[in-house]
Every structure is written in C-alpha cells, then in structure tokens.
C-alpha cells in the first residue's frame, strides 16, 4: 500500500521538475523528498520480524513490537536537510524572478 | 581524536569570520589566511600519521564501530585532505586579489569554510549516510558560492546545479535506505565484511545503481555532467577555479571508496560498467570542449573528460590502475586549478573570457605563458610533467589486464586535449591582439602580484609532483593497497 503512493509521490514529484514553471521546481522537489523519506521508512524500517540492529542477529528479540528505530533517526536527519534545501531554493527562485522578471524557465535561455 | 580536526577546525573558523563583521577588513583576511594554513597543517600531520600508522580511526562518543559513527582516515583521505586543503588555500590567496564581485566579505569566507568542512567531513566519513550528511553540508555551501553575487547568467546556472544535485541526492538517499534493507547495516566496514560474508549471495544491483547515479551526478560522469559546463563557467572565477579542482572530486573520491567495498576484485559486470563509464565520459567531455571558444566553458568540459580517467582506475581496480588514478587525482586537481586561476589573470590583462578577442600574452607577458605552457603540458601528460604519470601508470595498468579499447580511447583523448591546450595556447598567447580591438587604442590591464603569485605556486607543486615523483608515487601505491586491502579495513573498524 505505502510503496504505491511513494511510486505516485516520485511520479508526481518528477512530473514536476519538468514542468516549466519556477513554482514547481520547489513542488517537485517537496514531492521527491518525502518520496525518499517515506522509502526509507518502508524499506528499511518496516519489515515483519524488524529487530534493532543493536540486537545481536541471533538473539530472539525481547519484544515483537520493537522496531529498528535507526531508519527513523536516518528519516529525521533527511527531513531536516531536505528543509533546508526548500527554504534555499525558494529564495533562489524568489531572487531569480526578481532579478530576470520571468517564471517560466524555457525562456531563461 | 584528530580525526576530527578537519571538521572542527573549518567550523571554529566560520564562526570566527562570521562574528568578525563588523572588524576591520585586514583582521578578516588575517584571520581568513589562518584558518587555511591551520587546515593545511591538520591535513599534512594527518597525512603523515597515516603513513606511519596505516589507520586513524575514531569513534564518535565512543559507539563500538557499528552501531557509533566511525570517522577513519587511511592514506587515500590523508592524500585528499591535503590536496583540497592546499587547494582552498591557494584559491584563497587568489580570491582577495581579485578585487572584483564583492568576494572579500565575511560571508564568503565562512562559505569557503563551510566548503571545505563538507569536503573534509565526505573524506573522513566512515560511514555512508554520514557521508551523505557531509555531502548536504558541502553541497548547500557550493549552492550559496556559485550564486554569490546575483548575476542573470548565474543564476540561471545555478538553478540547474541545483536542481540536478537535489534530484542526484535524493536518488542517493533511495539508495542508502534500500542497501540497509538488504545488508542491515550502514558502516562502511562493516557493509564490506558482510558483503564478503555473503559471497555474492547478497544483490546489491538496486542500491548500488541508486548510489551510483548520486555519485554519478555529483563526480559529472557520462550521462549525468550536462550541469557541469552550463554551470561552472557563471560565478567569479575564484569559485569556479575552487569547485573545478575540488568539487567533482569528492565525488570520484566517494566512489572509489563505496565501489572498493562492494567491488569483488574479478567481477565482471563492475568493472566492464565502470570501464564504459570512463570511456564515454572522456571521449564526450573531450569532444564538446573542442567546439568551445569561452576559456571557462572550454576548461570546464575538460574536468569531465579529465574525470574519465579517474573512473578508469576504479574501473581496472588493480593496485597500479588505482596507484595511476590517484596519482592522476592529485596532478588534475593542481593542474586545473591553475589553469582557472591563468585565465583569470588573463581576463584581468586582456579584459575578457573569449578566446578570439585575446591575444599577444606570449609577446607581452612572456612569464605568464610560461606559466600556462607547464600546466597544458601538464595537463596534456607530456613527460616529464605530473599528467604523464598517472596516465602512463593507468593505461599501463589497462594493458596488463588487455582492456585494449579502452586504452585505445585514454591515448585518442590525450591527443585530443592537447588539441585543446594549443588552440588556447594559440588564440590566447602566441597570436598577435586582433586587429579591431588594437584600433580602439587598446591596453593591457594588469594583473595585481599577489595573484600571480598564487599561480607561481600552484606551478611550483605541479613540478615538485614531476621532481619528486618516486616519493608520491610511493605515497599513492600504499593508498591503493590499503584501499585494496579490505580485510585490513575491516580489521582495524571492527576489531574482528
């Protein structure tokens, strides 16, 4: 279920970047990061008998609920960096159009 | 623990030339030169360590290897840290000579350390997402360079890096999370132990070709370097002759270390890949730059056909292929730096960037062409310079393992871009001023000492690479049996 809306989240993220207009850059963008974020989650982080990775691989874990929480910190640090990034590339567009008075990116030649 | 003072020190030195604005502009530019030269000394006791003891490895609070971040350094890091420390440093020199784009300004020194802590931080990284973390770092510092200033051009040059190298870290990113899916860990050393565990068991064929397309985007290899040319010609020439040497480095640097890891010695498919890499890249760098006719756009395809070479030696992965590819990395970086630096001393005499509007260097400032016919040769491989030896070791190396056509396409190239270093040699130094621009009661400008000087020594390091060849050499075959070695690697991590 989870890997078809990241499947959609990249399709519509790519769809995005290549679309002309300045604005959906950033949509797009916003889009591949959660995209990755949530893959990151799916992959490494939910799998049926997930244990630590603190746990030694042949001890029984302790508890069935207790999932690998390294993905998680991996998916904060990303969500953190990808914040980041937006909030540069946002002034990056605002100064372009300030400065070429365009939003469409064809024409920025 | 000093392991870590190649991150430690950049950042100590961002804060102080931030909290410096509203010093004086000496005190800045004092204290600007003095974070280069501690960062070189860091680098070169690293490096000297590293010789004596093999390994520097430190544990960050202390974690046991795989569960902490492991911060490691081995000779390759040691070379690297050297090399794009004294790189940043001679730039450095340079970009408070230059007098032009408002760079001497608090802000651009703290980006300039903020650059080269990223760097540091991806060559001691022992860890592959904190790589990744070290990347983003060095990665928003060079978005913020290669914008400074504003200009239209720029920024239209900037929005495509941008985007490519966002797009590239998120593929990144995808492939970090699959490869924990599939091997349960993240350590470097211990990626490898488990994937020599597996024998061959493990397939690793969609992680590594998501890393690799991060990799790839980064390092401005075959299919993925069209932002390179359209981007790096458009800041002030400082940054570009900065990110021309340094920048795609780090990404071959990050790719021979993963791909070492991973890369069985004999397997077919990993090397055949790479080889086919290498050749395009050089082969399409080569070939656009020879229709170039703007010294940066020219010099820039040259860094992804130069880039070829480097993928080459990851590529043959025997000890002398990769003894040739780091010799390589070493003279490259030096060497194209230089030749940024010559033609912004050029643009300061000349007055411009177009090769058919210059001209009569050679005849006016004989002391500079000489300057620039070293660092073509050099760049070219003619003997006895610094190229000649990393591209003699790596097609050497293409030969004992009968890689014939792909031998065949590094010796097309050289020839190639000495082709190139003539037509610039020609257009811009031994032709006479064109004739229009002499009607117009033309003048040479002239190019301020100190950034002549900052090319005497680039030029200096390039012939010591030549004079002093058997001791580097020396240095970059320990590298590459080290990086050889895995078991070695794995050893001195995990303590197993």
């Known amino acids: 279920m989870l890997s078809i809306v990241i499947g959609v989240l990249y399709a519509v993220g790519i769809f995005f970047l290549l679309r002309r207009s300045m604005v959906r850059i950033i949509l797009g963008v916003l889009f591949l990061g959660n995209a990755t974020n949530l893959l990151i989650f799916v992959t490494a982080g939910l799998k049926a008998n997930g244990q630590p990775s603190f746990l030694a691989k042949t001890a029984e874990a302790t508890k069935p609920a207790l999932s690998d929480s390294l993905p998680q910190a991996l998916i904060l640090t990303a969500i953190v960096i990808s914040f980041g990034v937006v909030a540069y590339l946002l002034t990056l567009l605002r100064k372009t159009h300030e400065v070429t008075g365009e939003s469409d990116l064809d024409r920025l030649k | ?496």
């Not at chain 2, 300061?348 to 062409?369: C, D, E, R, V």
């Open chain 2, 1 to 496: 623990m000093i392991v870590f003072a190649p991150i430690i020190i950049p950042l100590i030195f961002i804060i102080l030339s931030l909290s410096l604005g509203k010093a004086s502009g000496a005190v800045q530019r004092i204290v600007f030169m003095a974070g280069n030269v501690t960062t070189i000394g860091v680098a070169v006791t690293i490096l000297r360590r590293v010789l004596n003891e093999g390994y520097l490895v430190a544990q960050a609070g202390a974690w046991e290897a795989p569960y902490g971040i492991t911060m490691v350094a081995d000779t390759f890091s040691g070379i690297m840290l050297t090399l794009t420390s004294l790189t940043v440093g001679v730039v450095s020199l340079y970009s408070m000579a230059w007098r032009e784009d408002k760079l001497n300004k608090p802000v651009f020194f703290a980006l300039i350390f903020g650059l080269q802590m990223g760097m540091n931080g991806a060559f001691i990284a022992g860890d592959l997402f904190n790589l990744y973390v070290w990347f983003e770092v060095m990665l928003i510092s060079s978005f913020v360079l290669i914008s400074y200033g504003s200009k239209k051009i720029q920024l239209k040059g900037t929005l495509k890096y941008v985007t490519m190298n966002l797009v590239s870290s998120f593929f990144f990113v995808a492939g970090i999370a699959v490869l924990y899916s599939a091997v349960g860990t993240l350590n470097m050393a211990d990626l490898a132990y488990r994937v020599r565990e597996a024998n061959g068991e493990l397939n690793l064929f969609a992680p590594s070709a998501l890393i690799l397309m991060g990799f790839a985007v980064k390092s401005a290899i075959f299919p993925f370097f069209f932002w390179l040319p359209d981007s790096y010609h458009t800041p002030p020439l400082p940054v570009t002759a900065l990110f021309s040497g340094t920048l795609t480095k780090v990404g071959v640097y990050s790719m021979i270390r993963f791909y070492s890891l991973i890369h069985l010695p004999g397997d077919v498919f990993y090397t055949q890949l790479f080889l086919f890499i290498a050749s395009t890249t050089m082969i399409s760098g080569v070939l656009m730059a020879t229709s170039q006719f703007e010294v940066r756009r020219l010099l820039s395809f040259h860094i992804v056909s130069q880039i070829g070479y480097m993928i080459m030696g990851l590529g043959l992965f025997t000890r002398l292929a990769l003894t040739g590819a780091i010799f390589y990395i070493i003279g490259h970086c030096i060497v194209k730096t230089n030749l940024f630096l010559l033609s912004g001393i050029g643009y300061k005499i000349t007055g411009t960037f177009n090769l058919k509007q210059s001209g009569g260097l050679m005849k006016h400032k004989p002391f500079i062409a000489i300057l620039f016919f070293i660092s073509a040769l050099a760049l070219v491989g003619i003997p006895p310079l610094s190229g000649f030896f990393g591209k003699f070791m790596l097609i050497k190396g293409g030969v004992e393992s009968h890689e014939f056509i792909h031998v065949a396409s590094a010796l097309g190239v050289s020839f190639l871009t000495l082709f190139s270093m003539l037509k610039i040699w020609n257009e811009a130094y031994a032709k006479d001023i064109p004739e229009d621009s002499q009607t117009q009661d033309f003048q040479f400008g002239k190019a301020p000492k100190q950034l002549v000087i900052s090319s005497v020594i680039l030029v200096v390091v390039t012939l010591s690479l030549t004079f002093g060849s058997k001791f580097i050499i020396d240095i970059c075959d320990t590298a590459a049996n080290q990086l050889l070695d895995i078991d070695g690697y794995i050893r001195v991590i995990l303590n197993r």
